[in-house]
């Protein structure tokens, strides 16, 4: 930008703030900050219609919202507020982390390509920040790194940045001072550029909803993050929600719908969707060409990237939508715990607990006792594995949500409908008839390039639950 559009662009009250923000912020300018918008609930809120500047379709941020904005002269004016929070991970866990205004992750940026952007950073951390408009286009001064492109905002202070959105897609935002501490403790937030007018690589869907990958290592009894763990975080979460807190994604019969997703963890998520193929039909560069899409079930997301999913909702039911690391749809416990299947504690268990009352084997059989039992947990935490369905527990967590497809939800509609009433026959059941005979096994010794090569039989020993022999 040169100098006389950056006059053009900074005008009147919003100019005087800028010059002020780098020293200290008197009254006269605070008096003219856009109202900053707290939000105090961690469930998602609905789509932010827009009242002013060129119209677009919102997005549903998942366990999310939109932060409000207001038009000066032209310019969007958005004002963050970076600060301690309490974030509700699920009914039952708090979290004390870092955010913005009253969340964590912080409210979602909406915008429209083309627009001039002005957002206010207030920061009311203990320490200075800074916030990176991850994947943007913008001048240098802009980018947010602290020390590389601008001095840290130090506690009490607001900085100002201005740019005009200039590509459409899907971005995030996040701090670039101390960013292992201020990314451990949530300080992230989505951003959508929508198009201005019809698109040839962007189409216009019913629903579209974004959310973040981040994860946290909270011992179970604690509220605060590690800030030094490095890779073994064991709270995985989607906007800092874990299931069974992270809401489902309601929408009708044959919608079109759209999926953004960013990662801000340290590890890559391959997210999968049941019961429909969607096209990739966005990345971090934007809008994928044409004859780069493809079906897919699964996306891999890598650190720092940016996905745009599209699928048409065209069968219905309760479709599970997941990371497919199976650490990853856990909560905190799982990590520590040895393998027990196949070991017998008959005996052990009650030696054991004459000294210990409470005494409990875990995991002799599979995990999914875990899922069931009643088990004593430390204050503020939520079990390994759980979540109640409509036949059980659904024993997952973290990274864990529904896709819920129905025939009669509303358009525009985002409430839940509950759980999907399966047609007569189209449930698996359970087998009635003539028990199972011993199966006949295969004992060939094989043909061709390998065949077997010895003739003794090497074999595990294997201890069934309930078999006192062995087999
Ligand atoms: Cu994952």
């Known amino acids: 930008m040169n100098p006389r559009n950056r006059r053009d662009f900074l005008t009147g009250a919003a100019a005087a703030s800028v010059t002020l923000a780098a020293a200290s912020v008197a009254k006269s300018a605070l008096a003219r900050l856009p109202e900053p918008v707290i939000q105090d609930s961690p469930l998602t809120q609905p789509p932010l219609i827009p009242d002013t500047g060129r119209p677009y379709n919102p997005v549903v941020t998942l366990n999310g919202w939109t932060l409000p904005w207001r038009m000066n002269n032209g310019v969007k004016e958005f004002h963050l507020i970076a600060e301690p929070v309490v974030r509700e991970m699920a009914p039952g866990f708090k979290a004390h982390l870092w955010g913005y205004n009253g969340q964590s992750p912080g409210p979602t940026i909406e915008v429209v390509e083309g627009d001039k952007v002005r957002i206010f950073v207030t920061n009311r951390l203990p320490e200075h920040t800074s916030i990176h408009w991850h994947g943007q286009r913008l001048p240098n001064g802009m980018d947010g790194v602290t020390g590389l492109n601008q001095p840290g905002i130090q506690p009490g202070k607001t900085f100002v940045y201005e740019f005009v959105a200039r590509r459409p897609g899907t971005f ?28 040839p690589l962007i189409d216009p ?15 179970p009894g604690s509220y605060t993050p590690k800030i030094m763990t490095m890779l073994d975080f064991n709270i995985w979460s989607w906007n800092s929600r874990v299931f069974p807190g992270i809401d489902s994604l309601n929408v009708r019969l044959n919608d ?69 690391k199976s650490h990853h749809t856990m909560n905190a416990m799982g990590h520590k715990v040895p393998t027990l299947i196949g070991v017998d504690h008959t005996g052990l268990a009650k030696r054991i607990s004459r000294l210990i009352p409470d005494y409990m084997v875990m995991g002799e059989r599979g995990m999914a006792d875990m899922a069931e039992m009643e088990m004593p947990l430390p204050e503020n935490t939520i079990p390994m594995m759980t979540g109640q369905g409509p036949f059980g527990s659904v024993e997952m967590g973290g990274m864990f949500s529904v896709l819920k497809v129905r025939r009669h939800q509303k358009p525009g509609d985002f409430t839940d409908p509950g759980w999907y009433q399966h047609p007569k026959g189209t449930v698996a059941y359970e087998w009635t008839g003539a028990p199972l005979d011993e199966p006949v096994r295969q004992k060939s010794a094989g043909t061709g390039a390998m065949p077997r090569q010895s003739s003794t039989a090497v074999e595990v020993q294997v201890k069934k639950p309930g078999q006192s022999h062995q087999h």
């Open 172 to 199: 995030m935002y996040h701090p670039h001072a101390d960013e292992m501490t201020q990314m451990a403790m949530g300080m992230m937030g989505f951003w959508v550029t929508h198009p201005k007018g019809r698109h």
């Open 205 to 219: 869907v019913d629903r579209d909803f974004c959310f973040l990958l981040n994860a946290y290592d909270i011992d």
């Open 256 to 324: 079109r719908v759209r999926l953004r997703i960013g990662n801000l963890t340290m590890t890559n998520h391959p997210i999968h969707l049941h019961g429909h193929e969607f096209m990739v039909t966005g990345t971090d560069g934007g809008p994928t060409p044409k004859s780069t899409r493809r079906y897919e079930v699964t996306q891999d997301i890598a650190v720092g990237q940016m996905r745009q999913l599209d699928f048409i909702a065209n069968e219905e039911g309760d479709w599970a939508f997941h990371c497919h």
